[in-house]
């Protein structure tokens, strides 16, 4: 597969990035169809999830460790 195929295949797919705040901006400004799901901070931060009603709540790492 190539970007070929993730920007034209018929799939219900996003593609998701990570951009600088500056350019995800200007990416925005340009494009109007750019929406923003969340922002990368210092991991000393931890992690948060922010809800529609903007309630937070901390999220602790999990998942499958292999090794």
Avoid: N
Wanted: glycine share 10%; hydrophobic share 35%; no cysteine.
């Amino acid at each position: 597969r190539d970007i070929r195929d993730a920007l034209t295949s018929g799939e219900d797919f996003e593609l998701l990035f990570t951009l600088p705040l500056a350019r995800a901006r200007r990416l925005r400004d340009r494009t109007g169809d750019f929406i923003a799901i969340g922002q990368i901070i210092p991991q000393k931060y931890g992690a948060t999830l922010v809800d529609k009603r903007g309630r937070k709540r901390r999220i602790e790492a999990g998942g499958f460790r292999h090794f």
